[in-house]
T-cell receptor, first 114, second 113 residues
Framework: QKEVEQNSGPLSVPEGAIASLNCTYS??????FFWYRQYSGKSPELIMS????GDKEDGRFTAQLNKASQYVSLLIRDSQPSDSATYLC??????????????FGSGTRLSIRP | NAGVTQTPKFQVLKTGQSMTLQCAQD?????MYWYRQDPGMGLRLIYY???????DKGEVPNGYNVSRLNKREFSLRLESAAPSQTSVYFC????????????FGPGTRLTVT
C-alpha cells in the first residue's frame, strides 16, 4: 500500500463549479497535512495546511480532514482556469522532529474547462 | 529575496559522468531538502539536512551524496550518473519546527544518456 494515495486524474471541472480533490494516507500517526499546487513545469507551492479534524477555509479553498478515516480533501469553489494544475497531498511524516519531513502523493491533475 | 535558487536549470550527462547540483536559500531556514520528481511517482525525498552540519538519508538516497556547506547552501552530487537518475530535481527549505511549510526552488531537469 502506498503511503499516500491520490487519483491521478485528469479531473475535468467546468469553470465556476466546485472541484473536489481527495487523498488517503496510511500513517495513522500523521498530525499535519499539506496541499501543494504545482503548475506544469513549475515547482510546488503550499496552498493549504490542516492539523485538526474538520474543515479549514481560506478564500475559495477548503481543506477537510478526517483522521479516523485517514482521509483529507481539498475543495475549490468557483473554479477558475488558473486553478488548472496538479495538486499534491502531503501528510507530515511523524517521528522526525528535527526536520519537517513530509511525504508527497503523486498528485491529481485538475483541468478547469471554460 | 530570491528565496530558493538552484543551478543549473538543465543538464545532460553521459552515463558514468559526475556532477553537483547547487542549491541556496536566503530565508535563514534551518532545514533543507533534495527531492526528485518522476512521472507518476510524485516527489521522493533523497536527502535532507535538519540543520547546518547534519544530513540524513531520505527515501531514495542510493547513487547520491550531499553536502550542507553552510546554513544557506545544500548541494547534491551524482558520482557516477545512471539513466535511472534522469529526473527533475527540486531543492526545498523550511524553518526548524514541527508544522512548517517547505519552499521549493525552480528545479533542475537532468537527463542521463
Amino acid at each position: 500500500q502506498k503511503e499516500v494515495e491520490q487519483n491521478s486524474g485528469p479531473l475535468s471541472v467546468p469553470e465556476g463549479a466546485i472541484a473536489s480533490l481527495n487523498c488517503t494516507y496510511s500513517d495513522r500517526g500523521s498530525q499535519s497535512f499539506f496541499w501543494y499546487r504545482q503548475y506544469s513545469g513549475k515547482s510546488p507551492e503550499l496552498i493549504m495546511s490542516i492539523y485538526s479534524n474538520g474543515d479549514k477555509e481560506d478564500g475559495r479553498f477548503t481543506a477537510q480532514l478526517n483522521k479516523a478515516s485517514q482521509y483529507v480533501s481539498l475543495l475549490i469553489r468557483d473554479s477558475q482556469p488558473s486553478d488548472s494544475a496538479t495538486y499534491l497531498c502531503a501528510p507530515r511524516k511523524e517521528g522526525y522532529s528535527s526536520a519537517s519531513k513530509i511525504i508527497f502523493g503523486s498528485g491529481t491533475r485538475l483541468s478547469i474547462r471554460p | 529575496n530570491a528565496g530558493v535558487t538552484q543551478t543549473p536549470k538543465f543538464q545532460v550527462l553521459k552515463t558514468g559522468q559526475s556532477m553537483t547540483l547547487q542549491c541556496a536559500q536566503d530565508m535563514n531556514h534551518n532545514s533543507m531538502y533534495w527531492y526528485r520528481q518522476d512521472p507518476g511517482m510524485g516527489l521522493r525525498l533523497i536527502y535532507y539536512s535538519a540543520s547546518e552540519g547534519t544530513t540524513d538519508k531520505g527515501e531514495v538516497p542510493n547513487g547520491y551524496n550531499v553536502s550542507r556547506l553552510n546554513k544557506r547552501e545544500f548541494s547534491l552530487r551524482l558520482e557516477s550518473a545512471a539513466p535511472s537518475q534522469t529526473s527533475v530535481y527540486f531543492c526545498a527549505s523550511s524553518r526548524l519546527g514541527v508544522e512548517l511549510e517547505q519552499y521549493f526552488g525552480p528545479g533542475t531537469r537532468l537527463t542521463v544518456t
